[in-house]
């Protein structure tokens, strides 16, 4: 426990702090939650809307100083990264739900030869 007055304004503001950068980060995982759930909905109009906000937050709160500025850019780029494979895969989806074809083998021995 702290005694000197000092100390017990710097837990004080310890305490505060801690609580600001833990609501920081909430808001950002509750966008990126957001981010996700357009992306699984193949909704690209919104997938991009959510992540010019997710880019936004990451941007204050590494300016605030609660994510380091790499950290935000590196979030930030794989969330990019993330939208971008998304769209290319659905692109190249085969029309009619037809399952693309698979190669291996048939049952237990197929690439086997007895002799």
Same mark, same amino acid.
């Given at each position: 426990?702290?005694? &000197?007055? /000092?100390? #017990? ?8 702090? !801690?609580?600001?950068? $833990?609501?920081? %980060?909430? =808001? ?31 941007? &204050?709160? /590494?300016? #605030? ?8 850019? !590196?979030?930030?780029? $794989?969330?990019? %990264?993330? =939208? ?32």
């Amino acid at each position: 426990m702290a005694h &000197s007055l /000092s100390a #017990k304004k710097r837990v004080r503001q310890a305490a505060k702090r !801690r609580a600001q950068n $833990r609501y920081r %980060k909430e =808001l950002i995982k509750d966008q990126v939650k957001a981010f996700s759930s357009a992306i699984t909905a193949a909704d690209w109009t919104k997938a991009e809307e959510e992540l010019r906000k997710v880019t936004k937050r990451l941007d &204050s709160v /590494s300016t #605030k100083g609660t994510l380091h500025k790499n950290t935000a850019a !590196r979030k930030r780029s $794989r969330l990019a %990264k993330r =939208l971008n494979a998304a769209r290319v895969a659905s692109a190249n989806k085969p029309a009619g739900g037809e399952k693309p074809a698979r190669g291996g083998r048939k049952g237990k021995g197929a690439a086997t030869t007895s002799a």
